[in-house]
């Protein structure tokens, strides 16, 4: 499998760090934990987690298609091996896809960014909160099959921060 | 010795954030994420502009509070880390300093070009940022101008600086010493200013 290619830069005009051509921020837990609560809290007003799951997909989905365009990565394997590795070089956790085909498939959270910060700063909890990882696994699965933005519903049916070893996240063709 | 700002953010800007094998960064007391910044911006943006506007406000309240819990935290993280010890301390003389060395460790950091230029010691601060990568959402609006301020992480994380500086002792529960202080943003790049400015002050009690 490829090697993740990772080059950093820092434009000391500006102050600004990039990640392979894009601008990255560092942030901790407390903050994506905070801004997952406010997306479930203003359910009512505005669909927040739907919009917290889009704002990650389009993110992740375009640094992943310029990466596999850069380095020529064209198999789909490679492209879900590149993207798993790109996870944790986020700071997200430690992804993997066991199964996958151009309709859907499945993806595995061992340690989460997301489920371990929110059960640090609150416990665990009964509903699932890593809607970022529903959006980059989306992201990852339009980018590994050449499909167009918003191509799979991620839905997570198993959750670390309910309470389980590990977070499922099953990816399916969106049915519109 | 005064802090010396450049040499601060030479120095702290080449501390890089390295996931551990499970894809994860502890540092600084808190498990550190590093995201395309555009990612933060979009979900600010959308959910701002979603509601309506009598309760747009509550919603960037929210937005400043998430900004400010995670400086408090990450804030007590980064001045007691070695990373600090090293660079920054030998400079430190007064809470001033820590305060002035914490916008430079900001500021290389990549959140915000942003620097102190009032301040009464344990009432208000003023800071104006040159630069911040929150500004940038102003590409989503006709004519790159955003509609308001939308500094809410430079804001939030202002004012939990001032908590850390004068609002007692660290809590890690956040039951105490959080949100001694308040901020509020008077100008932005966003919406067509030279800077961006945030004033911050004590909160009632």
Redesign the interface.
Same mark, same amino acid.
């Given at each position: 499998m490829e090697n993740l290619i990772l080059e950093h830069a820092f434009d000391a005009k500006r102050n600004r760090h990039y990640l392979n051509g894009h601008l990255v921020v560092m942030h901790c837990h407390h903050y994506a934990s905070l801004f997952t609560q406010l997306a479930l809290d203003a359910r009512e007003l505005v669909d927040g987690t739907r919009i917290l799951q889009e704002s990650a997909e389009d993110s992740f989905r375009c640094m992943l298609v310029e990466y596999f365009t850069r380095h020529q990565i064209h198999g789909v394997a490679e492209r879900i091996d590149i993207g798993c590795k790109l996870y944790g070089a986020f700071g997200l956790g430690l992804l993997e896809v066991p199964s996958n085909e151009s309709e859907g498939g499945e993806a595995v959270v061992r340690h989460s960014h997301l489920d371990e910060g929110w059960i640090r700063k609150w416990g665990t909890r009964q509903e699932a909160v890593n809607f970022i990882t529903c959006g980059y696994v989306a992201a990852l699965f339009a980018a590994a099959y050449d499909r167009p933005p918003k191509s799979f519903t991620v839905t997570e049916t198993q959750s670390i921060v309910r309470g389980a070893d590990r977070s499922v996240f099953q990816a399916r063709t969106r049915q519109e | 010795m005064a802090i010396q700002r450049e040499k601060i953010?030479?120095d702290m800007?080449?501390v890089?954030?390295a996931?551990n *094998?499970?894809? /994860?960064?502890p540092a =600084?007391n808190?498990?550190?994420?590093?995201? *395309?910044?555009? =990612?933060?911006n979009? =979900?600010s943006r %959308?959910?701002v502009d979603?509601?309506?506007p009598g309760?747009r406000e509550a919603?960037e309240g /929210?937005?400043v509070?998430?900004?400010h819990?995670?400086g408090y935290? %990450?804030g007590y993280?980064i001045i007691t880390s070695k990373e600090w010890d090293a660079v920054v301390k030998p400079m430190v003389r007064s809470v001033e300093d820590i305060l002035h060395g914490a916008f430079a460790v900001f %500021?290389?950091?990549?959140?915000?070009?942003a620097e102190i230029v009032d301040l009464v010691p344990g009432q208000r601060m003023v800071v104006r940022a040159r630069?911040y990568?929150e500004a940038?959402i102003a590409q989503a609006y006709p004519g790159n101008r955003a509609p308001r301020c939308m500094g809410y992480m430079v804001c939030g994380v202002s004012a939990a600086f001032m908590d850390l500086a004068y609002g007692g002792e660290y809590d890690p529960t956040g039951q105490r010493g959080l949100y001694t202080f308040h901020g509020r943003q008077t100008k932005g790049i966003e919406r067509g200013d030279e800077c961006g400015e945030f004033v911050i002050e004590r909160s009632e009690a």
């Open positions: - | 953010i030479a800007s080449k890089k954030a996931a *094998p499970d894809g /994860l960064i =600084f808190v498990l550190v994420n590093q995201l *395309p910044a555009d =990612f933060w979009e =979900f %959308t959910m979603s509601v309506e309760v919603i /929210l937005l509070n998430a900004a819990e995670c935290h %990450t993280g %500021t290389a950091w990549g959140w915000a070009d630069d990568y940038d």
